[in-house]
């Protein structure tokens, strides 16, 4: 698959293929902060000297679910896991990052009344590394769930036949075939650079978001995004409307 970015026809779009976490809402942060202990101890097994903060933690694996990063940090230390024992690790880091985001995101009106707008004229659809039972969650309390029909959010640890995370297209791929449109109808929304490699990858054109990127880390993420291909890089869903002719 080519790695060159797609052109952006907003009269051909159809269909928003969505990113979820930091794009839909601020998720990232607040789960790598709950996700810590369960990693840590992860970690711990298979022989860290010492606990990594959520910050470092976020920098290691971002972008990728905690399937993903389990098994790239395990080979790191030369571990292969047993497929019982990784889903153990990645139930019990689900549930508990799941239960903290219901604590701690809100219903933002910088995201959903945009994201209103374009449902009038686009089909929106979430595609996301997490699990489907947490985006599920964080739709649910950032009242944007009614945007999101349950059939059209794709998740590459659940929907797949073999689960796998991003920058890996297999979802972005998978996605486009179940909603039966092509590059040319669907734009991806990223955030991540794993990400945006992986709606590149699949041949969508994307547009990549710094919205819930902390403001010193902007200028940095948006040269990595356009390094990854993305179309443009926009700083809020309002600048997506507007882009896209709302």
């Known amino acids: 698959m080519s790695t060159r970015p797609a052109p952006l026809d907003p009269a051909r779009t159809t269909t928003l293929l969505c990113d979820a976490d930091g794009t839909l809402f601020p998720s990232e942060e607040p789960a790598y902060a709950a996700s810590a202990d369960v990693t840590n101890r992860f970690l711990a097994e298979l022989g860290a000297e010492r606990p990594f903060s959520p910050q470092e933690l976020q920098g290691m694996t971002n972008g990728k679910n905690f399937r993903a990063a389990a098994q790239e940090l395990a080979a790191g230390y030369g571990r292969e896991l047993s497929p019982g024992d990784l889903d153990a690790w990645v139930e019990e880091e689900k549930d508990v990052v799941t239960a903290h985001l219901r604590t701690v995101l809100r219903p933002d009106p910088a995201v959903r009344d945009p994201l209103v707008a374009l449902a009038r004229r686009f089909s929106l659809a979430a595609v996301t590394s997490s699990a489907t039972s947490r985006l599920g969650a964080c739709l649910d309390v950032t009242d944007l769930a009614e945007l999101f029909d349950p059939t059209r959010r794709f998740s590459a640890e659940d929907s797949l036949d073999v689960p796998t995370s991003k920058p890996d297209p297999a979802v972005y791929a998978f996605a486009g075939k179940e909603l039966g449109v092509t590059p ?63």
């Open 184 to 246: 040319d109808e669907a734009v991806a929304v990223e955030d991540s650079i794993n990400g945006a490699l992986s709606a590149v990858a699949a041949g969508f054109p994307t547009i990549g978001t710094v919205q819930f990127v902390a403001e010193a880390e902007r200028d940095a993420r948006r040269e990595a995004l356009r390094e990854a291909g993305v179309v443009v890089v926009v700083s809020s869903w309002a600048e997506i409307a507007d882009l896209l002719g709302r």
